[in-house]
């Protein structure tokens, strides 16, 4: 497959290619163009082009292009699910989901597009103002640089590209290294919906190389990345130079805080869900820590070990997998390397535990030292460690120890106390009686500390991707009496 520049499926300019390979058998499915900073610079002199383009599109049209790009996605869901599923390793079941979640989520911004709003400004309020009239609108700010990670690039990229497209901006995408092979075949739809020429490049390649070529380039106006706080930093540090928005989403150390009177079954089923048998245990927001009054602990870590225990570790294309592989071999080793070294500070290992290639398999891990880095670290995989407490002031102070802040989840049968620890937790979201891993387009979504800022949602991804301008004019009023 090849990148899309100007409207146009380009080769890289030197001819490199890169192959992509099925991450639980190695097979290689397809290959794309590793762009070199010549590539980058021609998909950004598009860009400029594209931006004047879509700022004359007027609104009802921006979002009738959005409504025709989810109906061709739902047209070909699919062959997009299954293609995702080879190239990213979730299991077939829920790449349809992710599939399906992209799709309402462009149906969403083909929405607001048509709703973003101004204000009128009583200028009355201040003395002396009263004659006056003021209005803000809200414009595009012109191109917006989108950076997706692997592990939900279809529903991720959505939420950039569909909110960029929905306020007049142009947008670069540079999709995730390892699996970029769906975003070009929805960027192929979206070329057929109608948007102007050049309003959408796809740049394929060297993740550190592109990235920070968009992030530095003047000629981007916002960067929108979601990935690790490392990588956040560097985008930022870059974007400063010429002081351009940068929308960051990045790592979380996501607690989980199941006291005395929660439903230990139903906490049990939504740590499998939000940890082990999602996104293959790689979700920013999965639950990472897990702390158990000591009343319940023992309960709990059974019940936990039992349900990862009857979880399938396989083929992700076959309907019956729970859990397929991990990104690439790399990130399995480094999660194995996390597992062994927790084990060796004194962690116990009640299930799962094990590397095959590329597999991991669903782990639960008791009694593990705060110190160990499994705990200290956001851990990319499908491992679940369990911490006693024996009190909820404790269970806080140990769940905020930590530089991350995206989401938490706290089980408990008590509204009041719900609400308290909702209160104190240092995260962006809190979830009571459920799983931390969930994201509802219609939710802002972030987190604070080093997860990141901004938000991302239906509402709040357009404020980000708009200039707000006020227009005010002189005497333009007489109803109001002088002084």
Not at 4 to 31: C, M
Not at 321 to 335: C, F, H, M, S
Not at 464 to 480: G, P, R, W
């Amino acid at each position: 497959m090849k990148m899309l520049f100007d409207s146009q499926w380009v080769e890289a300019s030197d001819g490199n290619w890169q192959e992509i390979r099925n991450p639980g058998t190695g097979d290689v499915i397809d290959k794309v163009p590793v762009a070199t900073l010549q590539d980058a610079e021609t998909a950004l002199q598009a860009a400029q082009r594209g931006k004047e383009a879509m700022g004359r599109l007027p609104a009802h049209k921006r979002s009738a292009i959005l409504f025709r790009i989810a109906e061709a996605m739902e047209a070909d869901k699919a062959a997009l699910s299954e293609l995702l599923a080879r190239e990213n390793g979730k299991p077939i079941q829920q790449t349809r989901e992710e599939v399906a979640a992209a799709i309402r989520i462009y149906r969403g911004f083909a929405e607001e597009a048509k709703r973003i709003l101004g204000r009128v400004v009583p200028m009355d309020a201040v003395p002396g103002q009263e004659r006056h009239f003021a209005v803000t609108i809200r414009q595009p700010l012109g191109v917006v640089a989108a950076i997706v990670p692997f592990n939900y690039p279809v529903e991720l990229c959505a939420h950039k590209d569909g909110a960029a497209l929905a306020a007049g901006n142009a947008v670069i995408v540079k999709p995730p290294s390892d699996c970029p092979l769906t975003l070009l075949k929805i960027a192929a739809l979206m070329e057929e919906a109608g948007l102007p020429k050049a309003a959408h490049q796809v740049i394929t390649g060297p993740g550190e190389l592109i990235g920070e070529f968009l992030a530095r380039s003047p000629g981007i106006q916002m960067v929108t990345l979601t990935g690790s706080t490392e990588v956040g930093i560097k985008i930022s540090q870059l974007a400063a130079q010429h002081l351009k928005k940068v929308h960051l989403e990045l790592g979380g150390n996501d607690a989980t805080i199941v006291c005395a009177d929660a439903d230990v079954e139903k906490a049990a089923e939504a740590i499998v869900l939000g940890r082990l048998a999602r996104g293959n245990g790689q979700i920013c927001c999965a639950v990472k820590r897990i702390f158990v009054d000591a009343q319940v602990y023992d309960r709990f870590a059974e019940l936990l070990t039992e349900k990862a225990k009857a979880l399938k570790v396989g083929d992700q294309l076959a309907e019956d997998t729970d859990v397929g592989p991990l990104i690439n071999e790399e990130a399995a080793r480094k999660v194995e390397a996390a597992i062994n070294d927790a084990i060796k500070a004194g962690a116990t290992l009640t299930a799962g535990g094990h590397r095959r290639n590329a597999f991991i398999e669903p782990t639960v891990l008791t009694d593990v030292p705060p110190q160990v880095e499994l705990f200290r670290q956001e851990t990319f995989g499908p491992v679940a460690p369990l911490v006693a407490f024996q009190n909820v002031e404790e269970a806080i102070k140990m769940a905020n120890d930590t530089p991350y802040g995206l989401q938490a989840a706290v089980f408990t049968q008590d509204i009041s106390r719900a609400f308290d620890i909702a209160y104190r937790l240092e995260v962006g979201g809190v979830i009571i009686n459920w799983s931390s891993a969930i994201r509802v387009e219609s939710l802002p979504f972030g987190g604070i500390k080093m997860s990141g800022h901004g938000r991302e949602g239906l509402l709040d991804t357009l404020d980000e991707m708009t200039e707000q301008k006020i227009i005010l004019v002189h005497d333009a009023l007489s109803v109001f009496a002088q002084g």
